[in-house]
């Protein structure tokens, strides 16, 4: 909580106005392109700032992230791209996405965890990215997206295989 209040409301609600107004100076003054993925992963349930988690809602997070992109815009931060980038587990993006006046990128964070985890088995890359990939080209078609983070282990599987298969076949014919 912050302010007394869910992560996101608290944000939404204009409590951090003045800490934005100063992230937003500073990022002016790199004044180089800077890729934002704020909340990055805000729909699983394993890190701190996850919708639910954090005690928000998600016209919380909306609100939030359109305060943010507004304020900082305000302080003449051009060179901010702001990045949208949940993980591919959860694909109820609808239900959480800023607006395309708001993003400038959609991004995808997947991996193949092979039988490391108890819960996991080993899947290809288009196993791994295509459901996401489909909702979300659907939800924002204009945008550009991007990896944001994407790795395999080797247990389970070939590592080396999987990358290539990625790069030489799933990438440039199935998520073109």
Known sequence: ESFGQPLYKAIAQGNCDEFLKNVGRNLKKFAKPLFLRFAWE????????QIARSGSKNEDFIA???????????????????????????????????GDGYVDWIGLDGYNWGTTQSWSKWQSFSEVFSNAYRVITTIAPTKPLMLAEVNTTDVGGDKSAWYQDMLTVQIPRNFA
């Open 42 to 49: 805000m729909n699983i349930p394993s890190v701190e700032w």
């Open 64 to 98: 939030a992230w359109q305060r943010m992109h507004d304020i900082i815009a305000s302080q003449n931060a051009t060179n901010v791209l702001w990045v949208f980038s949940p993980d591919v587990g959860n694909v109820s993006y609808e239900d959480i996405y800023p």
